[in-house]
């Protein structure tokens, strides 16, 4: 009999500044839609990231992947690219993205998915900007 199906999360975090800013509007309208987000000189958020994985404890080690490896992963991929970086302007996986939360995610999904064996799924990103404010990304076929 194959071993249950089990979640398992590894939390990471990164500072970073971004400028939620839209070109095709005026300085007026993107205050407007965007509030202190707009803020022409950045402003910087603490970022705490969520990787979970699905899979099946392998029956040697007890583990669906050994997190120092998943940590590492995360590390290399993401966090040394994120942090401390303006986000608009430093990160070449997010140009010509608008770095809102929820394409911050999309794209953190994107960096770590093809690095996972076939028996491991990337289950979720979840992505907090502020205490109150976060995302959660299950991939781009979640139906509607
Ligand atoms: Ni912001």
């Keep these: 009999m194959q071993n249950p199906v089990i979640f398992v999360t590894r939390k990471a975090h990164f500072n970073a500044a971004h400028k939620l800013y839209n070109n095709k509007w005026t300085r007026e309208e993107n205050e407007t839609l965007f509030g202190k987000c707009a803020n022409h000189f950045w402003h910087g958020h603490n970022f705490d990231l969520y990787v979970t994985i699905k899979g099946r404890p392998d029956n040697d080690t007890g583990f669906v992947m050994d997190l120092k490896k998943l940590k590492i992963l995360i ?27 929820e394409n911050i995610a999309i794209a953190i999904w994107n960096r770590l998915l093809p690095h996972f064996p076939e028996t491991i799924k990337l289950h979720k990103i979840l992505l907090y900007e502020t205490e109150r404010n976060f995302v959660e990304y299950f991939g781009p076929d979640t139906p509607f």
Excluded: G, I, R
């Excluded at 993401?78 to 608008?98: A, E, I, Q």
């Design 75 to 101: 590390e290399d991929e993401v966090v040394v690219h994120l942090d401390h970086k303006n986000l608009n302007t430093d990160v070449p996986f997010l140009n010509n993205v608008m770095p809102s939360v």
